[in-house]
T-cell receptor, first 117, second 113 residues
Framework: NAGVTQTPKFQVLKTGQSMTLQCAQDMNHEYMSWYRQDPGMGLRLIHYSVGAGITDQGEVPNGYNVSRSTTEDFPLRLLSAAPSQTSVYFCASSQWYLAGPRDGELFFGEGSRLTVL | AQSVTQLGSHVSVSEGALVLLRCNYSSSVPPYLFWYVQYPNQGLQLLLK??????LVKGINGFEAEFKKSETSFHLTKPSAHMSDAAEYFC???????????FGQGTTLQVKP
């Protein structure tokens, strides 16, 4: 059982370049989200999705774009990378439902470490 | 809006001593509360959660937490620390029925032999 898979694990970009962080889950979870982790700041929510075709902004959405065409995949796009986007990115999924939570546990990927020069 | 404050970015205890990691939350609606643990170079794992019902919640690895509405707190405890407990711990809050988790800044637990 693979759970949540993120690729790539490491990436170095130059300022202004664009890239996509991939996230896939095989647990049929409706809810998926992206967080960034920075020292002393915990995890901050970038974007999330409660189902295919539905996305919404989190705490720090600027400079990032998402889409959810399937239940399994939730890619995160950096449109024009900036040094401030150097961080560790985590994708997470869970079995939340709008009518009430079935399960509150977020399942995390192993993270993608991004450096923007 | 919801927020979480973890008191103390670093906590150091001796092996066998009590572990107490503090978490206070702010929520305008009944909150769901969580503790997650992160080992080096890994993602986060759920330790325990409070949604409704009993306010004392038991989790994995001997950890437990008590939801105190009057104090807006959800402190994490373990009676006796083990070397393997050394990790970073995150408290998180979610307004009920949304799925969005807001995390605190994290507390690094060091366990000394």
């Amino acid at each position: 059982n693979a759970g949540v898979t993120q690729t790539p694990k490491f990436q170095v970009l130059k300022t202004g370049q664009s890239m996509t962080l991939q996230c896939a889950q095989d647990m049929n979870h409706e809810y998926m989200s992206w967080y960034r982790q920075d020292p002393g700041m915990g995890l901050r929510l970038i974007h999330y999705s409660v189902g295919a075709g539905i996305t919404d902004q989190g705490e720090v959405p600027n400079g990032y774009n998402v889409s959810r065409s399937t239940t399994e995949d939730f890619p995160l796009r950096l449109l024009s990378a900036a040094p401030s986007q150097t961080s560790v990115y985590f994708c997470a999924s869970s079995q939340w439902y709008l009518a009430g939570p079935r399960d509150g546990e977020l399942f995390f990927g192993e993270g993608s470490r991004l450096t923007v020069l | 809006a919801q927020s979480v404050t973890q008191l103390g970015s670093h906590v150091s205890v001796s092996e066998g001593a009590l572990v107490l990691l503090r978490c206070n939350y702010s929520s305008s609606v009944p909150p769901y509360l969580f503790w997650y643990v992160q080992y080096p170079n890994q993602g986060l794992q759920l330790l325990l959660k409070y949604t409704t019902g009993a306010t004392l919640v038991k989790g994995i690895n001997g950890f437990e937490a008590e939801f105190k509405k009057s104090e807006t707190s959800f402190h994490l405890t373990k009676p006796s620390a083990h070397m393997s407990d050394a990790a970073e711990y995150f408290c998180a809050v979610s307004p009920s029925n949304t799925g969005k988790l807001i995390f605190g800044q994290g507390t690094t637990l060091q366990v000394k032999p």
